[in-house]
């Protein structure tokens, strides 16, 4: 049996319904906890993970979340098995592509009739990207990869995006200009050769912090981001 918890929340004036999935994602012998967010009408429902270091409930991923449910994109937020345990060290490969496809299989439960999306922030993008190479994200149209690690912090590298040329679905870049974690001379021409789209964001860091000073646009960030994916998603269709 299954309890879902709802409460109505109002995000600039549109109806955001939350539902705790608490302990409803099954990955192997664990449960995770889940979080699904879904504005009126929605268009498509994305299944987001956290970084390395920040769960579900980061900041980060709140904002990401509420910002794509403001132009009409759920997302279905999970933790990884090491974050819900409370674990310093991330998951192995293994368990953590496994945790990717559970997520995806409950998206595919709670919301049947919504296109899905499938993605995350650094380490969730990338473990959605390594998943999604070793076969198909049931019902998943695109990948959304906010901060792709392309490298450890300045130390340029191309070995974690040997898998995206395996992966058979568009996917979306969103990657900061001051990003240290992916150098964009090395970075670019990945992007180009799997087909993807880079979308840079002016003067943002790994963590979308910008500076505010010489950042050009006015956009909020993490609003440009949300235009960006829904603008990306009308050419899926």
Request: with cysteine; hydrophobic share 40%; aromatic share 6%.
């Amino acid at each position: 049996m299954f309890t879902i918890y709802r409460s109505l929340f109002t995000i600039r004036y549109m109806p955001i319904e939350i539902k705790e999935l608490t302990n409803r994602v099954r990955v192997a012998e664990a449960d995770v906890s889940a979080v699904l967010m879904l504005p009126e009408s929605p268009t498509y429902l994305m299944v987001l993970a956290h970084g390395a270091g920040a769960n579900m409930r980061h900041a980060t991923m709140q904002t990401i979340a509420d910002r794509l449910a403001e132009v009409g994109i759920g997302t279905l937020r999970y933790n990884f098995p090491y974050m819900e345990q409370g674990r310093p060290r991330v998951d192995s490969p293994a368990v953590s592509t496994a945790t990717v496809r559970a997520a995806v299989e409950k998206a595919r439960e709670v919301a049947p009739d919504l296109p899905l999306l499938a993605g995350g922030h650094s380490f969730g993008g990338r473990m959605t990207t390594t998943a999604a190479s070793e076969w198909a994200l049931e019902g998943v149209k695109g990948l959304v990869l906010c901060s792709f690690p392309l490298h450890m912090p300045d130390k340029p590298s191309t070995k974690r995006a040997e898998h995206l040329s395996s992966v058979t679905v568009p996917m979306l870049f969103l990657t900061g200009t001051r990003d240290k974690l992916a150098d964009l001379d090395l970075f670019k021409p990945i992007v180009e050769n799997v087909g993807g789209t880079l979308h840079l964001l002016d003067t943002a860091d790994h963590s979308y912090k910008v500076l505010k000073r010489t950042r050009e646009s006015k956009e909020d960030v993490f609003a440009e981001m949300a235009r960006v994916v829904r603008e990306w998603t009308s050419q899926l269709i």
